[in-house]
Nanobody
Framework: VQLVESGGGLVQPGGSLRLSCAASGLTFSSYTMRWYRQAPGKERELVARISSSGGSTLYADSMKGRFTISRDNAKNTVYLQMNSLKPEDTAVYYC???????????WGQGTQVTVSS
């Protein structure tokens, strides 16, 4: 199983980025997908979650209205659209896949997002 994140980078405050996580080696449509992030010196935190079908989403309070999680099961890819970025959004963003029945999960290697002027 591989989860490969991409799309991170340096962006100015107020800007936007779109992260992607391409999955392989698993039946993507059987997995709940989550984005987490970890800032330096802080614990990893949940950013957003999307159900296996894409019909249900959940966001951490600080991301509501700014971030949008989506998935394309035909492309085995989950996305995180991030708008109105703030310096406090600076972190490594990780993709997580969890099987809906068995509970086993997998992690990507992370992609760095830096919000700075």
């Amino acid at each position: 199983v591989q989860l490969v994140e991409s799309g991170g980078g340096l962006v100015q405050p107020g800007g936007s980025l779109r992260l992607s996580c391409a999955a392989s080696g698993l039946t993507f449509s059987s997995y709940t997908m989550r984005w987490y992030r970890q800032a330096p010196g802080k614990e990893r935190e949940l950013v957003a979650r999307i159900s296996s079908s894409g019909g249900s989403t959940l966001y951490a309070d600080s991301m509501k209205g700014r971030f949008t999680i989506s998935r394309d099961n035909a492309k085995n890819t989950v996305y995180l659209q991030m708008n109105s970025l703030k310096p406090e959004d600076t972190a490594v963003y990780y993709c997580n896949a969890q099987h809906v029945l068995l509970g086993r999960d997998y992690w990507g290697q992370g992609t760095q997002v830096t919000v700075s002027s």
